[in-house]
């Protein structure tokens, strides 16, 4: 299927439009499935794991799940759409890179958020749909297709960001 421009900047709209309500769901139906209990035991971070893979994954980019028995982590790279921040100069809404660090610690659950060193515009995310040749015809209202794209810029920064932690 050939995308045009116009078409390539509709998905690219309808993905920055729909991708913080999507966000925010997902938080919420992730809090209502963890439990305390779930945190005290490695087999409860396994089901832990699972929950946030199910509501994250389709708009987080890598995980890195780690640390010792006491003391164990998930990281995590999302994307995260910011409106008319500017960045080196230009503003428009754009996809920024966000590692995540969840620390698992007797039962609570303490997380740090730090800006990846990538931020993907308008422009960029358009050309990806143009040229990537990910939208068919099955899938052109899935606006998260392109996520599978920008996977290769979020391993070496979480995994940067993991060992400052």
Known sequence: MFID????????KHLLAWLPDEIENAKGRFKKKVTKSMLLSRSGLKEVQKYHFDEFGKFSLCYLVGGSKRNPYIGFV???????KPYEG??????????????????????????????????????VYQRSKLINENNITNP????SELKFMADSNLKCNARKF
């Open 5 to 12: 421009e116009s078409i390539a900047k509709g998905l690219v």
């Open 78 to 84: 999302a994307v995260n759409p910011l409106e008319n």
């Open 90 to 127: 230009w503003v428009e809404e754009a996809i920024f890179g966000e590692v995540v660090i969840c620390n698992l610690y007797n039962g609570t659950q303490h997380s740090e958020a730090t800006f990846a060193k990538f931020a993907i515009g308008q422009h960029a995310l358009a050309r």
């Open 144 to 147: 998260y297709s392109i996520i």
